[in-house]
């Protein structure tokens, strides 16, 4: 029935190039900034020439004088494809003069008082995590109403996957009566519930889970403690007054601001999904004297502009490590590279954590099993706008070097194995997605059949949908190629299901 389904092909077929649908916040054939390459100035502009160049959405990036003769030498640029099929605009500026918000005057702030540029790094975390007004503190940012959608938000059917692989894992760890289980940034609970739910039955399981939800924001919290569907009850424990309990499976939760608060000691599984991609990254580009990194400094209108470091900066110990790990032909045709030092930081304390307490981590992103060039981007309601326009209004995401991924957990424990990359696809797919919306197909109206049919191809499909004749804006962007999934887990359990 299904196979009928998904092939059944729409009178008229839609080109690939046409409106958007709503998706996920990956988005493809987004290109990448131009080179800016800096070019010979006299002493006067030893730090910053006076020269900028234009780049998409208004930004201007001012050039680094580093005193040569000649320009560099011309390479090849290599770029990755960011898919914006689920965007409805190109990016957009506004112009407009508005005042400055609370974060934009502490940005400038910042810049001020050390009298020269922050990294793209730091005004990313900034942008998205500050305790006041960062993007994800203060807001629902998830679903149709909020700037992107993922994918326990587009079905069911991804939670009660990810809780099959949980299950699997939690039976080769040897069937522990206590395990820690983790979530890393868990948005509204949405995953965690649907897991929840699809385990219920499983009382061994579920009454060995002490839940721990690594999340900073105080409003997805609450959402958090809803869709948990969670309540204040006593504990045994006397050093406890009480604990919070999710009635969907009787388990307790905890929360915490960062994944070293969570107790060491019981074996650990832990869930990354779309979390890798909002960590703060490094932006470097090549130049005739080297690699210089991108910085984010303040014009004379007091707007916001890119600029190039005069000299290397700490993250440049981050780009030595990261072009160990690569080859000579990768780098030699790329002119931009992005790294992130805080996911190699937070791979090796995952990888540790296994190695001594045993269990494993799942990674779920959209990214690529090489060397990042440019992908950073800014997403606001589902569009598409300039990464200096308006700060903390918009998300603010990368692709995750999984080869990286792989490379921190290995250099950190000889005690883990890393599993993977796989697409989406493969994974779901060997996990029993198929089966699971076959069985959801018998017993539902046309309405909630035409809803998993959709489900379904945004999570494992490849383009649009085929079998899709509601309105085009609307038609299904399959990201099962374009989510990549890797697993980190202790050795003395062998290979996690679907790897091995």
């Known amino acids: ?46 730090f910053y020439a006076s020269a900028s160049s234009q780049v998409p959405g208004g930004t201007f990036v001012e050039h680094v004088d580093d005193g040569g003769a000649d320009g560099p030498t011309s390479r090849p640029s290599a770029a990755i494809s960011v898919d914006r099929s689920a965007l409805c605009n190109p990016p957009e500026h506004s112009h407009e003069p508005t005042a400055d918000s609370e974060l934009v005057k502490h940005l400038k702030g910042i810049i001020k008082f050390r009298g020269g540029p922050i990294s793209v790094a730091e005004y990313m975390e900034e942008v998205l995590t500050n305790p006041k007004a960062g993007f994800y503190i203060n807001r629902d940012v998830f679903g149709m109403e909020g700037d992107f959608i993922t994918s326990p938000e587009v079905s069911q059917m991804f939670g009660e996957m990810i809780g099959v692989w949980t299950m699997c894992m939690w039976e080769q760890m040897g069937q522990p009566s206590k395990v820690n289980l983790v979530e890393l940034g868990p948005g509204r609970g949405t995953l965690m519930a649907d897991l929840l739910r699809g385990t219920s039955k499983f009382k061994h399981f579920t ?74 990254i490094h ?43 690569a080859t000579d032909e990768e780098i030699e045709k790329l002119n931009h590279i992005e790294i992130c030092p805080t996911a190699m930081d937070l791979t090796q304390t995952i990888a540790k954590r296994i190695s001594s307490d045993g269990g494993g981590a799942l990674i779920i992103d959209y990214g690529q099993n090489g060397v990042i060039s440019d992908s950073l981007q800014a997403i606001r309601k589902h569009k598409f706008v300039d990464i200096l326009d308006d ?60 809803s998993l049919r959709a489900g379904y191809w945004q999570l494992v ?31 003395k359990q062998g290979a996690p299901i679907p790897f091995s």
């Open 1 to 46: 029935m299904l196979r009928k389904l998904l092939l059944r092909t729409s009178a008229a077929r839609r080109s690939l190039s046409g409106a958007g649908a709503s998706g996920s916040r990956v988005l493809p054939d987004r290109r990448p900034s131009p080179s800016l390459s800096p070019s010979p100035r006299g002493p006067a502009s030893r």
């Open 207 to 280: 009454e060995a889970l002490h839940i721990h939800m690594v999340e900073c924001s105080p409003t997805l919290r609450k959402l958090q403690h809803s869709n948990l569907k969670c309540i204040e009850g006593e504990n045994v424990s006397q050093d406890v007054g009480h604990r919070t309990i999710s009635t969907l499976a009787g388990t307790p939760v905890m929360w915490h601001a960062a994944l070293e608060q969570v107790p060491s000691g019981l074996p650990t599984i832990i869930i990354a999904h779309e979390f890798y991609d909002a960590l703060p």
């Open 283 to 325: 932006q470097f580009q090549r130049a005739s004297r080297g690699w210089c990194e991108k910085m984010v400094d303040i014009q004379e209108d007091s707007s916001f502009r890119f600029v190039l470091s005069p000299q290397p900066t700490p993250a440049n110990l981050y780009l030595m490590k990261r072009f160990q790990w």
């Open 391 to 450: 700060p903390g209004s918009a998300d603010l995401s990368a692709y995750v070097d999984f080869a990286a991924v792989k490379h921190s957990a290995e250099e950190a424990s000889e005690d883990v194995s890393v599993h993977g990359p796989i697409t989406q696809c493969q994974f779901l797919g060997a996990l029993g997605i198929n089966f699971r919306v076959e069985a959801l197909l018998q017993n539902c109206t046309d309405e909630q059949a035409e």
């Open 461 to 491: 499909g490849e383009g649009e949908a085929p079998f899709w004749e509601g309105p085009d804006e609307q038609v299904p962007i399959g990201m099962g190629t374009r989510y990549l999934v890797t697993a980190i887990v202790n050795k």
